[in-house]
């Protein structure tokens, strides 16, 4: 299972390098997060929860201390470019602190070379947002949200690159 | 080859469907009303420690902490400060350590005594090492709050959550929800709100 995944990411990174036109927008992204991370609160963040546009969303809460999020990782970045022709966006939400935005998150995103897009939530006060993102969620992470238009699903649990890409399937169908 | 991708498409069905199960067990737990079982757990000091042995306790408040995770850290002066203010007017601190030491051994029994030695816990700390409390309460991750009262039926949840609503600034804090829960029941009156949601970080299994 391991290896499949390996060769996913060495296959994901080759096919990167033969397409970089097109993979040009995602890196800028990443270079851009990197120089310049967006920060949002919840009211803002919302947007991205919410988009009618036909795309598949992944939305991956993480952070960077968060050790079975960092584990995950991985595999988002594989959905994204296995899947970045189908429609299918990922957006990973950062809640690092934002006194490790400069020390740890930004240099996280640099050395793994995160083409997802990343933006990070600062909002302390959880107990208000918490519940509009999902009215089940104890507030562990990571966590996702996969949503097509107005039909979603939400996820508190570790994914598997098997689970993850299942489920996503269900919503390209 | 067939067989090897059948054997693996087998495995991954099962693997999912224990993930999901085990999922499943944590998120269910004690819910506001319930009472709670009595456990014995390891306090950093070797002896065993139960809610049974507070005979004067009007009731307890329990956090599931860790010495590891940024949310728990940022609390953790908050914690030793509730103990320090309840702990003699009946509602002492018991913290409990729910994560598996060989994921994160940054919360082995030994870093634990050495944590609590270093900040003078002034309340235990202990270890659910079989990691059979957690679930009972239905904890997901750290810092995890319950306020328990002592009735004459046991002890009854009586709030589930956060400690407060700003884990960045304790200076910045507009709601206090665990002193708020403690100060309603030393009054005697029910709690008025009785759970919050904050983020933490998952209970390592």
Known sequence: ?????????????????????KAANVIVNGEASQENLEVYDFDEIEKFLNLDDQKVHVVNFWATWCA?????????????????????????ISLDFPNQYESKLKPFIQKKNIKSKVIALNDTDMNTWLPKVNKDWSGAIPATIIYKNGN??????SFTYEELENQVQTFLK | MKTHLRIALILAVVVSTVSFTTKKVSGDGYQIGDVVQDF??????????????????????????CNTCPYAMAYEDRIIALDKKYASQGYPVIAI???NTTVKPGDSFEAM?????????TFPYLIDADQSVYPQFGATKTPHMYVLKKTKKGNVVEYIGAIDDNYQDASAVKEKYVENA????????EVKQKTTRAIGCTIKV
């Open chain 2, 97 to 99: 350590m729910p994560n």
């Open chain 1, 1 to 21: 299972m391991k290896n499949s995944v390996y060769l996913l990411l060495i296959m994901s990174a080759l096919s990167f390098g033969q397409s970089k036109s």
């Open chain 2, 113 to 121: 005594q050495r944590r609590a030695k270093e900040k003078d816990y």
């Open chain 2, 182 to 189: 403690v100060d309603a029941l030393l009054k005697g009156e």
């Open chain 1, 152 to 157: 979603r699903h939400f996820y508190e649990q």
């Open chain 2, 40 to 65: 014995k757990l390891k306090n950093i000091d070797n002896k065993e420690v139960s809610l049974s042995d507070y005979k004067a306790a009007k009731g307890f408040i329990i956090a599931f902490t």
């Open chain 1, 68 to 92: 079975p999020c960092v584990k995950e990782l991985p595999y988002f970045e594989a959905l994204q470019e296995k899947y970045k022709d189908q429609n299918v966006e990922v957006l990973l």
